[in-house]
């Protein structure tokens, strides 16, 4: 609910993915016929370093107010509260993905959006938030939990 009024993680997590896109569009010099080919790997490095960004402050934050202690002692079993972050976790990406998505398309000169790619990316993210999710509730109660979460999700 804070983070509807404040917007702190979600401004955050845009702006770091499109400074990812911007940098890499300015370091590499992509000629049209390289676009292919680099493109899907610069955008999915992007998603993917938003989003733990995103899941490491979006646990820290319910773990410092007591929210999540809250959660862990209603008479809800543990799947839900897992499936209900899982989920809200790959909303939160949908739209930092549906943001970036038209920037990086214009930057990259990227014309091969097609129901396919849409596809992919909703499967990839639902991936990326289950995983991100499990791996954010593993690293939460570490003392290196910032560092930890991004050792565990980049092998």
Not at 36 to 60: E, N, Q, T, Y
Request: charged share 10%; net charge negative.
């Amino acid at each position: 609910m804070l983070e509807l009024r404040t917007k702190d993680i979600m401004v955050s997590a845009l702006i770091f993915a499109l400074m990812v896109i911007v940098i890499f569009n300015f370091a590499l010099n992509i000629t049209p016929a390289m676009v292919d080919s680099l493109a899907p790997g610069i955008l999915w490095l992007a998603f993917a370093f938003a989003g733990v960004l995103a899941m490491g402050r979006a646990f820290i934050a319910e773990g410092d107010k007591g929210s999540l202690d809250g959660l862990l002692l209603c008479p809800v079993s543990r799947d839900a509260i897992f499936f209900g972050k899982m989920i809200s976790m790959f909303v939160f990406m949908v739209v930092i993905e549906s943001l970036v998505l038209p920037i990086f398309v214009v930057l990259f000169n990227f014309d091969s959006i097609s129901f396919n790619l849409i596809g992919i990316i909703l499967l990839g993210t639902l991936g990326f938030a289950t995983v991100g999710t499990l791996f954010s509730a593993i690293a939460f109660n570490l003392r290196s939990r910032e560092i930890m979460l991004p050792l565990l999700f980049f092998p």
